[in-house]
């Protein structure tokens, strides 16, 4: 594969959309959206190295085509793709796995630091909150990353043991998950050769077929 940066492939039958760049994950919820995959107002559950809560820098009309949504998307930068969905009424709540240092003190977004913090203080309190709505995992590589601040070098990844009992987790103990977004971003994940690693750990343990996938 070519991770250029318009890099897009999905697994219609699971709902999992993967992107190059995580701005593409706002299409791939409108797309669910307008197929019928997610119901309008649902939540998204965020796990990422980053905070990516950054008000969108263009105006967004409603979303009535999947062209449409694919167009706004080429044109949101990489953290700009949660708010302009909420306004567009495709989400709702924001629940965020992210040890970001950013302060989101005053946003609708409530966070946990690390998923053993989920596990230990909100797990039982998100589930509550997303009775009866549409769950999404929305899903950055480079939280398996402890290293994102060099671009595209220098990864300090997890081993790989954990890496794949986590995607477990995240995958068989969460959510029944209704949609599924992955974002590969090579430069923080430390490089093109580490995303492949992580994506090819993702696609294992989500047992998808890297020979089926579609481009989108």
């Known amino acids: 594969m070519r991770l250029n940066e318009n890099f897009r492939i999905s697994f219609p039958r699971q709902k999992v959309y993967i992107s190059r760049d995580h701005n593409w994950a706002f299409s791939a919820w409108e797309i669910g959206r307008l197929r019928g995959d997610i119901k309008p107002g649902a939540t998204v559950i965020h796990i990422d190295g980053h905070v990516d809560y950054l008000d969108p820098m263009i105006e967004i009309e409603e979303i009535i085509t999947e062209e449409y949504a694919i167009t706004v998307g080429s044109?949101?930068?990489i953290a700009e793709f949660i708010i302009p969905a909420q306004k567009t009424g495709t989400i709702e709540n924001v629940l965020m796995i992210s040890n970001d240092g950013v302060d989101i003190t005053g946003t609708p977004v409530e966070r946990a630091y690390s998923l053993n913090h989920y596990e230990q203080a909100f797990r039982r309190k998100w589930f509550k909150q997303t009775e009866g709505k549409s769950v999404i995992l929305d899903l950055d590589l480079d939280f398996f990353n402890l290293n994102y601040q060099d671009l595209g070098c220098n990864p300090i990844l997890l081993p790989e043991t954990l890496i794949r009992q986590q995607l477990i987790n995240i995958k068989d103990y969460m959510w029944d998950w209704d949609m599924v977004t992955v974002a590969l971003s090579?430069?923080?994940c430390g490089g093109l050769e580490v995303s492949e690693y992580l994506l090819d750990l993702f696609l294992d343990v989500?047992?998808?077929n890297?020979?089926?996938?579609i481009p989108w």
């Open 75 to 77: 044109s949101l930068g």
């Open 186 to 188: 090579p430069d923080y």
């Open 206 to 208: 989500f047992q998808l």
């Open 210 to 213: 890297k020979s089926e996938a």
